[in-house]
């Protein structure tokens, strides 16, 4: 199964009673080890989480920190991109080069670098 295919096959798991927009992540760890999230919506709008907070939770919880490739998919008109919030949360565990491989439900597929997501990135270095 790809990466691709386990952020499917859990989509349907998310809660997004408000939105109605389901999506899955799966994050897959330099260790190989694959994490998955949906999104988690709340009747207080902005209290919600990404698919990609989901999985970025699991990995760190079970110890991994270094991400080596992330998927996301919905059932969008195009491949659904991850939002700025989430570019910067994965790039905090990501290198310029980590692909994201960006899909929806009709087989339509992008795939960019982190590097080409956010550009400029504000990293962990920074802070010296
Ligand atoms: N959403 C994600 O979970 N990941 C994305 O990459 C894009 C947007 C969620 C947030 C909200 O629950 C719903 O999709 C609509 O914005």
Do not use: W
């Not at 408000?18 to 330099?30: D, L, M, P, T, W």
């Not at 998955?36 to 920190?65: F, K, S």
């Not at 491949?79 to 565990?93: D, H, L, S, T, Y």
């Amino acid at each position: 199964m790809t990466l691709l295919d386990q952020a499917a096959a859990i989509r349907d798991r998310a809660y997004a009673p408000y939105s109605g927009f389901q999506v899955g992540a799966a994050i897959r760890a330099e260790s190989g080890a694959v994490y998955t999230g949906v999104n988690v919506e709340n009747a207080a709008y902005p209290q919600g989480t990404c698919a990609e907070a989901g999985a970025i939770a699991a990995m760190v919880l079970a110890g991994d920190r270094r991400i080596a490739e992330v998927a996301v998919i919905a059932d969008a008109t195009v491949p659904v991109a991850p939002c700025g919030g989430c570019r910067q949360k994965i790039m905090e565990f990501a290198g310029p080069d980590v692909r994201v491989t960006m899909a929806n439900l009709q087989g339509a597929r992008v795939t960019m670098t982190m590097a080409e997501l956010l550009p400029g990135a504000f990293l962990p270095e920074h802070m010296g």
